[in-house]
């Protein structure tokens, strides 16, 4: 029986066979523990009723193990030169489809209902190019896709941010998005030795539950999202300030602090202390003094 691809004998004939060099710009780093991958799958609790959609294959390592339990497998991989690799690697696999795109690009919904159109559980799984996951998470959250939840590996660091609580030092813009949302769990940290070639950061498997209404009732969506990015586009700075700086204009101060008063949110306070429902009434008060 042919050894599972992510092992680091069977990775390294593979490369070989096909002289095949990573990309610095593509970000690609490949797993070799089949443990890992296991854990991952199970963290998205994959079982044979699921459709998975994956960025980013490689060589397949993570396909191979979600091939094995799920239902349909469908990856997006931007890297021509992989594949002849992929059709190779997973020959043995009828229920797995590559489709040669920059998922960025793509229209996901349009995937979605060309390729799952008997799947009624959707999960989005994968090993993501660090230099690309917050985009490529965005796109996934806001795109509002009839998918289950997202479980994926990414840098550490990343992972603490999306999943940080208000008060802490990793909290910002990103934590609020994603957990507008959906909710967000690190599920495991992954070492820099169990990948080819080892990344210079620790990596973490993040695992993000759609919710089924977003977490706070906002009157428009966008200007909450600008209202938040504003609150943290100086860290340093007071709410207030960067407002009046970044929201502005300027000389809608006595409007700005009007909205946070009746937010009840002291001026003074730093955006990574507001939690999401503070956020969403002081971008509805905004909104109706600005906009």
């Known amino acids: 029986m042919m050894k599972d691809i992510a092992t680091p004998q069977r990775t390294k004939e593979i490369l070989n066979k096909y002289g095949f060099s990573f990309k610095k ?3 690609q780093n490949f797993l ?11 963290a998205a609790n994959i079982t044979e009723r699921t459709g998975v ?6 060589i397949g390592a993570l396909t191979e193990q979600l091939a094995k339990r799920a239902k349909k ?17 997973l020959s043995p696999y009828d229920n797995v489809s590559i489709i040669h795109s920059d998922v960025l690009k793509a229209n996901i919904q349009e995937v979605i209902d060309e390729q799952f159109k008997d799947v009624e559980d959707l999960m989005v799984v994968a090993n993501l190019p660090y230099y690309v996951t917050t985009p490529i998470l965005m796109k996934l959250l806001e ?7 997202i479980v ?27 957990q507008y949302y959906a909710t967000a769990e690190k599920v495991m940290t992954v070492p820099a030795t169990v990948f080819v070639p080892q990344p ?12 089924e209404e977003p977490a706070v009732n906002v009157e428009d969506e966008t200007y909450f999202f600008k209202v938040f990015h504003a609150c943290f586009a100086n860290r340093r700075k007071t709410i207030l300030n960067n407002l009046v700086h970044n929201l502005g ?8 602090e009007a909205a946070l008063q009746e937010a009840d949110v002291d001026p003074k306070r730093r955006g990574e202390t507001l939690s999401l429902e503070e956020f969403a009434k002081l971008s509805d008060a905004l909104l109706k003094r600005l906009a």
């Open 152 to 178: 994926v590996m990414i840098q550490a660091e990343v992972a603490d941010r999306i999943a940080a609580k208000p008060g802490s030092k990793e909290y910002g813009a990103l934590s609020i998005a994603a």
């Open 25 to 27: 710009s593509l970000g």
């Open 143 to 149: 795109g509002h896709l009839p998918i289950r939840g």
């Open 200 to 211: 210079r950061v620790d990596s973490a498997v993040l695992r993000l539950n759609i919710r």
């Open 53 to 58: 959609i994956e960025v980013g294959p490689g």
């Open 249 to 256: 204009p300027k000389e809608k101060k006595q409007e700005i």
């Open 32 to 42: 070799i523990d089949t443990n890992i991958l296991r854990n991952i799958v199970d």
């Open 73 to 89: 497998v469908v990856s997006f991989e931007i890297d021509q030169r992989l594949l002849p690799v992929l059709k190779d690697t």
